[in-house]
């Protein structure tokens, strides 16, 4: 795999909030409707979420029919729509905030076929002002062609903190809204 991708000379690596739970503390979804993690959208990726080693989370993402592509292969974009999520959790994890999506980079290494069970394992690599640097790598560790050993797409990302009002501007447009226990600018 091969990227163009460079981490700044100023990269600043975040201390764990004082309440972080540690390794192996499931992640919340940070609502239902959420296309990647959530419980209410019947079309979504479904992935659950737990903490990882220091400023990492782990993710799972069970390749399902509907996400085929290829002929018995995972659709690019959904592996695309499982790193953003994955990142973005940890980001949520490791800084306590909410982020956006800036830039995006993903290197496909080996097809991954349908009826797999994707590891995917995301990381804040450091921030800069309000952005946030991350870097994720996914394994198959179950079905088809399992190699926990063997990284079969990478992928880096560039988020930007935002507060709860960059959500209030698409309120209107939801598909249903959070609800009043969930605050969606914090998982």
């Known amino acids: 795999m091969s990227s163009t991708w460079t981490l700044p000379d100023d990269l600043v690596v975040p201390e764990l909030p004082a309440d972080h739970p540690g390794p192996g503390a ?12 959530g419980d209410d959208q019947p079309s979504g990726l479904k992935m659950d979420f737990v903490i990882g080693e220091g400023l990492e989370v782990i993710g799972r993402l069970e390749v399902a029919n509907r996400f085929q592509g290829g002929p018995g292969f995972i659709h690019g974009g959904i592996l695309m729509t499982a790193f953003d999520e994955a990142q973005g959790m940890a980001c949520s994890a490791a800084l306590r905030a909410a982020v ?4 995006f980079e993903t290197d496909f290494a080996r097809p991954i076929p349908l009826g797999s069970v994707l590891e995917i394992r995301a990381r804040v690599e450091g921030t800069v002002r309000r952005k946030v640097y991350t870097s994720a790598d996914a394994r198959i560790v179950d079905g088809p062609l399992a190699d926990p050993e063997v990284v079969v797409a990478s ?30 600018s914090a998982f």
């Open 26 to 37: 499931p992640i919340p979804q940070h609502w239902g409707r959420c296309f990647g993690c």
């Open 100 to 103: 956006v999506t800036g830039h």
């Open 155 to 184: 992928s880096s990302g560039l988020f930007v903190t935002v507060g709860h009002e960059h959500f209030e501007k698409g309120r209107r447009f939801a598909d249903g809204l959070p609800g009043p226990d969930r605050d969606v």
